[in-house]
């Protein structure tokens, strides 16, 4: 499963179906664990391990040293889980010790060609980012969130659970759950509602997301004031997540 001109470390750990495809360099203390496929001119750096199902495309870097400036090749992780697919020319970097050491990646992303994960960052399952979208370092994504080509995360973000990035966006402040964004800089356009239909999302909680977005972005009010009229409208499960992403924000919201 091993082609002849790959180079594998001794000391790394490969399931016995894993495939590894010309010319690619699997390097010290990387594990891959069952089904997954590394094509050709791949390099994967360790300290790296890669879950189950995984798919790497031709000319991936994953699991390199980050390009933070700070780094002085302390031993740091990338830790990826199942049935992710890297594409192209993707770049994946591993954490610094400024944080918390590891770059962390679910379960059924999709990094399309081109993009960027930098170190430390955080991402959940069921992501996509596009073509040359870009994460600075020490960023997290919620489950399901939706990055468009050619857009950038400032370092330091939070981009809730199914949110969605238009192209080409320039993002500089955190993302609230559940809603649209785009531009440069990047402003609000609505709830993701058609993403929500089409992950299985309650009439009722649509429309309860609906109007909490109203209260946010459409009413005038502060975020705490809109913060505490949706909490005394609202007992909905997704409404209440919706507040979480506006309180756990460091860097304010988009707005």
């Keep these: 499963m091993i082609h002849p001109s790959a180079i594998v470390d001794p000391s790394a750990r490969l399931a016995d179906d894993v495939e590894v495809g010309p010319f690619s360099v699997i390097g010290a203390d990387v594990e891959i664990d069952a089904g997954s496929v590394i094509g050709p001119h791949v390099v994967l750096k360790g300290p790296t391990r890669l879950g189950k199902r995984n798919r790497v495309f031709q000319f991936a870097s994953v699991g390199e040293d980050c390009q933070d400036k700070k780094y002085a090749g302390e031993p740091t992780r990338l830790e990826m889980g199942d049935d992710n697919v ?6 994946i970097h591993r954490g610094t010790i400024q944080d918390r050491g590891v770059t962390t ?24 980012l596009a073509n040359q979208a870009t994460l600075a370092g020490h960023v ?25 990035v238009g192209g ?22 609505g709830l993701n509602s058609i993403g929500l ?6 009439a009722e909680a649509i429309k309860a997301l609906g109007e909490a977005y109203r209260l946010v972005y459409r009413k005038g009010l502060t975020l705490e004031q809109a913060v505490s009229e949706i909490e005394s409208r609202f007992s909905l499960d997704e409404t209440q997540r919706f507040i979480d992403s506006l309180k756990v924000s460091q860097r304010g919201i988009i707005r």
Excluded at 86 to 91: G, H, L, Y
Excluded at 141 to 158: E, K, M, P, R, T
Excluded at 169 to 189: Q, R
């Design 86 to 91: 890297v594409r192209e020319s993707v770049t």
């Design 105 to 128: 990646i679910g379960n059924r992303n999709l990094f399309m060609a081109y993009s960027h994960v930098g170190h430390d960052c955080l991402i959940g399952n069921d992501c996509i």
């Design 140 to 164: 997290t994504l919620g489950d399901f969130a939706i990055i468009g080509g050619l857009s950038a995360i400032h370092q330091f973000a939070h981009m809730g659970e199914h949110a969605m």
């Design 168 to 189: 080409c966006s320039a993002i500089t402040k955190d993302i609230p759950a559940f809603i649209m964004v785009s531009g440069n800089p990047a402003a609000p356009h």
């Design 197 to 202: 239909k089409r992950r299985g999302f309650s």
